[in-house]
């Protein structure tokens, strides 16, 4: 099927498909699923401004669902929401004017497939190293009967010892998350973290809930479930502001975007329901794998001339 606002041929089976899986992994994960989404569109030849803006479109529709979800189950801070979305537009915008810049120059292509490989594997590596870590550390402390069921319900991570050093510095103003369970926090430390998620949102599509919701939880110490709830109320507003800015720079598809919704609808909500039935680090090791995928779809289309 030929889709003239971006002059790209597309199945559209391949897109429904494509938006299930995405709306699986969002509800799950908390994430718009933009590692996935934005590569998929690359790999059958779209352009990558045009691939970043059609995925916000897209996942607009899908973040609501599985956010109204989350919010039945319990899982949205919408006090940390809020708060966040200030720095998310202005993130958002940051993004989007960096992709016009590079499409002016004719780098856009190269310039952010590299930099989608770099950031996908980092946060990989990482949560993979984190995750495992903090599964060993519960289970040598369950052994040895020191309240490690009680650690893995409180949903403490390895990484905590640096969450709690930024949780304490005295920066004004101070935030309580009482839904999060944190005392007390910077504004200025919630809003670097939402202004960070909304740059990526803006510069690689999606919501960019790879980055932020593994921030949510080792930088400000939300508990994973509570992180994968707030941050696609997050999406919502940082995908729905960065829509909007493509689309006055003539950067979404919107016909593509309504066809990949249609999938991603359901799978939102398949995915919402699972995390119920899954541990914090458990979730989070889960996820590991997806931007690995990712970065695997944008070295193929490096590799074969951008196109399956």
Partial sequence: ??????????????????????GIMGGF??????????PALRAVGMDWNFAVGTDLAHIVGKSVVAAKRHRAL???????GLLMAFGTIGGAECGAQLIQMLKRTGNVNSVV?????????????FMIWESWRTLRLQKRTKSKGRGGSAAAKRDETSFMHVTRAIQNL?????????????????????LAVSFVGGLFSGFL????????MPMLVYVL?????????TDLFEIIIS??????????????????ALVMNTGAAVGAQIGAIATQYFAGPKIRLAFVPLPLIGAAIVIYTLMTGHKL
């Fill in 74 to 80: 319990g899982n949205v801070d919408l006090r940390l």
């Fill in 205 to 212: 599509g999606g919501g960019a809930g790879y980055i932020r």
């Fill in 221 to 229: 110490g939300v508990p994973t479930h509570l992180a994968v709830g």
């Fill in 113 to 125: 497939s590299y930099v989608s490989i770099v950031i996908y594997v980092s946060i990989s590596t």
């Fill in 29 to 38: 994960f908390g994430v718009g699923g933009s590692f996935i989404a934005g």
């Fill in 239 to 256: 995908a729905s502001y960065g829509t909007f800015s493509h689309a006055v720079k003539g950067n979404v598809d919107i016909l593509v």
């Fill in 1 to 22: 099927m030929h889709f003239p606002i971006s002059g790209t041929d597309i199945s559209p089976t391949y897109l429904v498909l494509t938006g299930f899986l995405i």
């Fill in 170 to 190: 005295q920066l004004k103003p101070m935030i309580a998350l009482p839904t999060s369970g944190v005392a007390a926090i910077s504004l200025w430390v919630i």
